[in-house]
């Protein structure tokens, strides 16, 4: 248990709405300004909503993986052989990868970019929805924490392209307001953002045998099903309880330990009250005070990818003390009664925070990292 308990992560890097880089991410999660707009990308004449959070210019999502990845490992300070040692655990929508430009099928995408990159002909794929890039994480620190692996590079890729698009918002999915209002009255629904990310997770001992300083250590992770309904989630929110009471069991802490959750709160109504249930079932009379907020209101729900994204969300905010905004509040619903972070940044009280993460088909998981 001691060196699962001490799983590194040294670099990160992320695209988004927001711009390159985990600068702007930062900043603009802080702002709390959301960044969608009108689709430009590809054609939504007849669409209900018309609006994401998109970037301007990208190339083919294999690029930006790639680019990604490579980012990650730079800021990591891996070496050739650093990177020969290295994983890598992909998640991504199944399918190619075709907008904007094109790629490799996904079953080969992971191996493509494992050669381009460097790194080790030791690849994983996943592709379960929303919680993809959590599952990966979690998947990465127990083959770490029992000494399959050493390193772990965790990269998820998500570009807002016409065909998820047309799904979510003929199943009305999207808000028709155009804003994402996590936790909030009057809320309508999500809306998709893009997020490709990149970052490197390895035991304590492999990041000190080169002096690698850490940005943040994995202390727990939890999985948990629902089994409630294809689409909708546990309304009492047991399964993502279960999760989280997973993640503070594997990290040795106690609920109050933690400072701040980033919620996987999408501003759909189901949804947002079931997390809302699931804290309070976890945290109880300390879930009114605990700093909650969404940070899908700003940079939209990058689907596989959105539990990287905001992994390196809660980190960066970790690591600068200010706990980001959750935008698009218009006033409390009484049935998410949070302390939810909606004018300005909170100051991080504690080193610890969770992230969260559900997906389609009752699947769940959770997230605490802290100080490195």
Known sequence: MAERKHLKITGV???????????????GVLAGTPAFAPVRRFDTTGRRVTVAATLPETGTLADELADAIDVACRAAGLDRTGRAEAALFLATHGGPPSLP????????????????????DRTR???TACVSASTAVADAAAMIGRGDLDRVVVAAGYLVEPDQYALFDAGRAFAADGAVRPFSAGRQGLLLGDGVVALVLESATAAARRGAPALATVNGWGRAGDAYHPCQPDPDGGGLARAVDAALRRA???????????????????????????????????????PVSSTKSVHGHALEASGLLELVVTVLALRH??????????????????????DAPHPATTPHALTLNAAFGGANTALLVGAP
């Not at 003390?321 to 909606?342: H, M, R, W, Y």
Request: with cysteine.
């Open 13 to 27: 890097h992320a695209l988004s709405a927001l711009g390159r880089g985990v600068d702007p991410l930062l900043a």
């Open 101 to 120: 430009g094109g790629g490799p099928e996904t079953p080969e995408l992971a191996g493509h970019l494992a050669r381009r990159c460097g790194l080790a």
């Open 125 to 127: 794929i996943y592709t």
């Open 252 to 290: 040795g802490l106690p609920a109050e330990a933690v400072g701040y959750v980033n919620a996987n709160a999408t501003g759909t109504p189901y949804s947002d009250a079931s997390e809302a249930a699931a804290l309070r079932r976890v945290f109880g009379d300390l879930a009114g005070r605990l």
């Open 321 to 342: 003390g200010k706990l980001p905004v959750n935008a698009g509040f218009l006033a409390p619903d009484e049935s998410c009664p949070l302390n939810v972070i909606t």
